[in-house]
């Protein structure tokens, strides 16, 4: 999990950094249920991850973050008829994998709201965060970033994309941005298509000015 230290090209610096990593793979083969349907374009067989999700996630927060981000930064459109089934609608195959693979873990994207709040299930507990901003990806940008306020008041950004961009924002000491590198080269390699995901909480000062700023742009 990637620490960030700008936002949009912006005002943030940090001089800490996280240093876990979560690596793992959504495919799209195998189908599952869960209480709300069926959940497809899915297959996990990482049982180190799943147990530990189980086992700590709300201890763990870099777990937590990471899963957070991926339900809550994508496009997918949820249809929970009448609180029973629960159907996902989006354009890109990838992002519907993703958010199933989230669901499949317990990370379940209920909806959002016409006044742009977020609900999202984890472990039998709805968590709504108000989304605040939502920045696109686009060819340029090569990323996409939410920014959302949780119910506890916190704020987040959130973001997804292409690994060397991703880098370029972060925090983190050189050490890891090259294991990360070499990582996400590995998988490559592999035939896979990779995805870095990053966060940074953000102080109420640091939103202000962020929030003028952007306005003006």
Known sequence: MLKINKIENSFFNSNKFENEEISTTITKNNKYEDKFGEITNVDFNDDCLIDKINRTSWQNKNIDLF???LSLC????AHNKNGIKLNYFAS????KAIVNGCRYLNYIYMNKNSENEITIRINEKDQI???LYTMDFDSERKRMSVIV???SGKIYLFMKGADDVLRALTTQNNEY???N????YLFST????TLNVAYKEINLDEFDKWEKEYKVQ
């Open 129 to 131: 965060f108000k989304l």
């Open 149 to 151: 306020k949780d119910y």
């Open 92 to 95: 890109s195959l990838d992002e």
């Open 190 to 193: 592999k035939g896979l298509r």
């Open 67 to 69: 899963f957070k981000a």
């Open 177 to 179: 941005l090259c294991r």
């Open 181 to 184: 590198k070499n990582q996400n």
């Open 74 to 77: 994508h496009s997918v459109i």
